[in-house]
């Protein structure tokens, strides 16, 4: 099963079509696209996901405003969304679904807020109480999470102690982040800040137990990346991860 993950930036605007065409090329089974907005670009990505086969698809968007920031999850599997007491108070940027795939999967993406906006912290902490609670089958908790770990993750200082506890504190409940269970320490960046060029890794994925001997693949892919300019599909690295189920 292969899984993209990627903040498409503002909604895919006029990149849109280059958007959808980097993804065919990834051949995926599941996709989450943060950033997804009810605008005109991002339906034309969400069609051209339909006409590729995946055509089982939840989104966050609000109708009363397209232009919000929201989510899409695209499956070749019927979707089914799922409502816990625990989730974050925020529902255009948490999106839980079970996958009717051959070996059932709960797929849940999230697009964490930055800390000026006054909810971040209280999002890391719901959703630190869900895995605490969690009740489902396997599951893959994937998406921009605007956090990482002090140094590893970071090429100048840019996180504090509770984004990095966080991150740790998933891992001592046994959700992995799926690139350090292949990479271990290395270092590698999904965003880079448009002034100091400096790199974070801001976006990861965490594995429900028993699916860790599953990864076979995780990198981050820059889209487009034929062209001489890393960010010219967007400003965020794509997750590109191989589950073997």
Request: aromatic letters at 10%.
């Amino acid at each position: 099963m292969r899984v993209v993950s990627w903040n498409i930036r503002a909604g895919g605007g006029v990149r849109a079509k280059g958007i959808i065409n980097q993804i065919r090329l990834w051949q995926p089974d599941i996709v989450a696209l943060s950033e997804f907005r009810g605008t005109e670009a991002s339906q034309s990505i969400a069609a051209g996901l339909y006409a590729s086969g995946l055509s089982h698809q939840r989104t966050t968007t609000d109708p009363v405003n397209p232009s919000v920031n929201s989510l899409l999850l695209a499956s070749r599997w019927p979707l089914r969304t799922v409502t816990i007491q625990n989730a974050p108070d925020n529902p255009r940027r948490w999106l839980h679904v079970n996958i009717a795939n051959p070996v059932p999967i709960a797929f849940v993406a999230i697009h964490i807020p930055n800390r000026s906006t006054g909810l971040k912290y209280p999002f890391l902490d719901a959703v630190t109480n869900t895995v605490k609670n969690w009740r489902g089958p396997a599951a893959i908790i994937i998406g921009d999470t605007n956090s990482g770990c002090i140094d590893i993750d970071e090429e100048s200082p840019a996180f504090n102690k509770t984004e990095d506890q966080w991150i740790k504190t998933l891992n001592s409940l046994h959700w992995k982040d799926a690139f350090r269970l292949l990479h271990g320490n290395k270092k590698d960046y999904t965003w880079y800040s448009p002034n100091g060029r400096n790199g974070f890794r801001l976006d990861q994925a965490f594995l429900y137990p028993s699916l860790h001997d599953k990864l076979k693949y995780f990198e981050h892919v820059w889209g487009g990346n034929t062209s001489a300019r890393r960010e010219d599909l967007s400003d965020h690295a794509a997750i590109v991860m191989d589950i073997e189920l």
